[in-house]
């Protein structure tokens, strides 16, 4: 069974920081892209960072220059530094992997989200 588990969400004022991480674990093979995403009450959800297993990145409009995706292949972990934080950034963060296990071709897995919320 492969997991991916979700850290660092907290409470944080406007213009703080805070870093999520997302270990994958279990019968991996191989991991191609991972990334995060948040929905927020009454939003869809949507994609905020992307990274592929070369570390090309990309990232949703509205967290250019604040957020920053990277990953530790070695630990099968992903992460996600938050500058500059807004009140619009309060969500639900979920952190996802395209990845191959020995007992399945690729698949997307996601994790149980972790909560972010930022104080006016």
């Known amino acids: 069974q492969v997991r991916l588990v979700e850290s660092g969400g907290g409470l944080v004022q406007a213009g703080g920081s805070l870093r999520l991480s997302c270990a994958a674990s279990g019968n991996i093979r191989s991991i191609n892209s991972m990334a995060w995403h948040r929905q927020a009450p009454g939003k869809q959800r949507e994609l905020v960072a992307g990274?592929?297993?070369?570390?090309?990145?990309n990232y949703a409009d509205s967290v250019k220059g604040r957020f920053t995706i990277s990953r530790d292949n070695a630990k099968n972990t992903v992460y996600l530094q938050m500058n500059s934080l807004k009140p619009e950034d309060t969500a639900v963060y979920y952190c996802?992997?395209?990845?191959?296990?020995?007992?399945?071709?690729?698949?997307?897995?996601w994790g149980q989200g972790t909560q972010v919320t930022v104080s006016s």
């Open positions: 996802s992997a395209n990845l191959m296990s020995y007992s399945s071709y690729a698949n997307d897995y």
């Open positions: 990274i592929t297993s070369s570390h090309g990145t």
